[in-house]
């Protein structure tokens, strides 16, 4: 029983389960009207900032993680979901990994409301993906004595950089998402710990947490003051 309990735990089932939900909506939107178009992306939740701002419907910085426009859209990000995501939960832990992925999503759901075009339609998991990647980041600077961790953190670090190049030069890309995403999945990272590879100063934990705190205050104001 301890065994099989063990092997459970083990399993990335929230990674597998994130996986599951974006292709279970993809198959509803494409059944009711097709994953690009407009009214069908308003209805399932994208996010579109007047509806956000101006009728209050901020639970679309959540649905919006959900809901991809086109084929190659949800399946380039949920190939990538995949094989970050096994790295994260298995680093992390399962729960630790859910709070970083909706944070990092949510923050850049923010982020992209702030600077994007206003009248633009924003969806996908991007966000929260890019916050996977801050995550290896933060685990470079705090575990950069371990080889591993430390050659992760910089190819993963190479990867990131050229693909905010490639999405500043790319038409159609959130870039806004992609950075809040980074941004927040590297400061989360101190704040939910690691303790399956070691302690993280406590310092760091607290400086990472009231900034993480104190940006969502303040996109939120910013964006409540428009």
């Known amino acids: 029983m301890q065994q099989k309990l063990r092997r459970w735990n083990?399993?990335?089932?929230?990674?597998?389960?994130?996986?599951?939900?974006?292709?279970?909506?993809?198959g509803l939107m494409t059944i009711?009207?097709?994953?690009?178009?407009?009214?069908n992306l308003l209805k399932f939740g994208a996010i579109f900032k007047?509806?956000?701002?101006?009728n209050g419907e901020w639970w679309r910085l959540i649905s919006a993680m959900f809901i991809?426009?086109?084929?190659?859209?949800?399946?380039?990000?949920?190939?990538?979901?995949?094989?970050?995501?096994?790295?994260?939960?298995?680093?992390?832990?399962?729960?630790?990994?859910?709070?970083i992925y909706f944070v990092a999503g949510i923050f850049g759901n923010l982020v992209s409301l702030l600077f994007g075009n206003p009248l633009a339609l924003s969806a996908g998991a991007s966000g929260a993906i890019f916050g996977l990647f801050g995550v290896w980041l933060m685990l470079g600077e705090s575990f950069r004595q371990n080889p591993y961790i430390r050659s992760m953190a910089r190819q993963l670090g190479l990867f990131?950089?050229?693909?905010?190049?490639?999405?500043?030069?790319?038409?159609?890309?959130?870039?806004?998402?992609?950075?809040?995403?980074?941004?927040?999945?590297?400061?989360?990272?101190?704040?939910?710990?690691?303790p399956k590879i070691g302690k993280v100063d406590t310092a760091k934990r607290?400086?990472?947490s009231v900034t993480l705190v104190a940006l969502f205050g303040v996109a939120i104001w910013i964006l409540l003051t428009q």
Not at 10 to 26: A, D, K, R, S
């Open 10 to 26: 083990q399993y990335p089932y929230m990674t597998i389960g994130l996986i599951i939900i974006n292709f279970i909506v993809f």
């Open 32 to 39: 009711s009207g097709g994953t690009e178009n407009t009214q």
């Open 50 to 54: 007047p509806l956000v701002l101006q």
């Open 68 to 99: 991809h426009i086109g084929i190659t859209h949800i399946v380039l990000n949920m190939v990538t979901l995949y094989f970050i995501g096994l790295q994260i939960e298995k680093l992390f832990g399962h729960f630790r990994f859910l709070i």
């Open 160 to 194: 990131v950089i050229l693909a905010l190049v490639s999405s500043l030069m790319e038409s159609g890309i959130d870039v806004y998402a992609h950075v809040g995403g980074i941004l927040a999945g590297f400061l989360v990272g101190y704040l939910v710990g690691v």
């Open 206 to 208: 607290i400086i990472a």
